[in-house]
């Protein structure tokens, strides 16, 4: 098989980059190592920033986001005890953003790739990038139980915190910078109308959240111990504490229900610089994780595509490599701000186990002064609503 460019990785990142390598006439194979069902059984990402809707609008695949998507001027922070603020990012920066499930987005790009005829193959076993620092890098995978040589000019990893391309990356040319949380997320959605607003909250009892996907359709989360075991959360129980860590006034408006899925997540911040290496990129969660509090994950993989998309297109259309070789540097700029908003947040809602008294009067007065400073709600606006795109 022979292609410009082999994507390893059918997620958000590697299905809309086909999809906009195809729009620039690149032609690309997704190699994607589970079903389709399987990829989008999974719950993930809620939130996305002006720019993210931009990108998938401007690719033809936006008209269900815009129909069925729920547009926020802002979110609220409420804090045990105190007044409840909110941050309303369309008066500081003038932008909003869109509440719409990644499940969503994954269903509408596999929608647009079979309308395309695109080249997405599923259960593609044992992918490998070969040669990546050669003009002539290829992929090797298995499928449908014959083994394929996929000869490319580009490979590009998609595949996730888990995927086999940033393996590839000799570990004397990968800088890894990491930092683990101590606590993860217990998620929940029902089939409840959820509130109006995006709400997160810092209680003594830990942070908890609440999202939405669509008018009947609640996301909630509340923070949980690393050891948290899924089989001791009844739905009872986890409507329990979720109200617990909110005012009274926001609980009792809290439409509980069954759990239609429910699951834990670990919270860490990760970043692997160069993003490149020879003829292989990497873009999405293969590169960079964040904790999910600034809703960033899924936006630095629409970023990151969008960066390599018009890089690739300049270079198959003009014949310019500069974007090509200003990739990585570009991506990481944009995946460090997120990055450092991510762990602001993450640091500002949640309570940590083995604080000292002195972290703790710290977080409050961080609180207290976000609550009172235009300012600083500005900066805030401006991270979360997402930065535009560097030319
Ligand atoms: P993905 O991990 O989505 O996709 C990678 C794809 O590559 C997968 O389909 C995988 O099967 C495939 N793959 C892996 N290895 C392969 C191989 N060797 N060969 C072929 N294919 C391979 N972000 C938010 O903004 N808000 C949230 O609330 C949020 N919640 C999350 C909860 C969980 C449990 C997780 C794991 C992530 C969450 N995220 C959230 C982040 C998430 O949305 C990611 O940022 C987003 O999925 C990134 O997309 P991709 O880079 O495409 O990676
Ligand atoms: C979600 O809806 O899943 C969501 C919303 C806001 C966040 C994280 C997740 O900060």
Redesign the pocket.
Known sequence: MKTQVAI?????????LSEILHRHGVDSVV????SRE??LS??????LEQTTVDVLRSNGVGDRMEREGHVHDGMKIVWAGRESFFIDVKKHVNKRFMAYG?TNI?EDLFVAADIRGAKVLTE????QPVDVTTDHPYVT?RHNGESVRLSCDYIVG????????RKSIPSSVLRIFEKEYPFG?L?ILSETPPLPDIVYANHPRGFALA?MRSPMLS?Y?IQAPLDTKLEDWSDDRFWRELKARFPKELADAIATGPSIEK???PLRSFVAEPMRYGQLFL????AH??P?T????????VS?VFYLSRALAALYNQGSEALLEQYSDMALRRVWSSVRTSWYLTNLLHRFPGASDFDQRAQEFELDYLKSSHHAQAALAEQYAGLSFEQ
């Open positions: 390893i990785g059918g997620g958000p990142a590697g299905l809309l190699l994607e190592k589970h399987y990829v999974r719950i993930r990402a809620g939130v990644q994954q593609a076993e044992d992918v995978f998609c595949d996730g915190f888990h995927g086999v391309s997320w998620g999202s996301r989360y699951s834990i997540a873009a999405g969660d293969a994780i964040v999910p600034g809703a960033k994950g899924l936006n630095l993989a990151d």
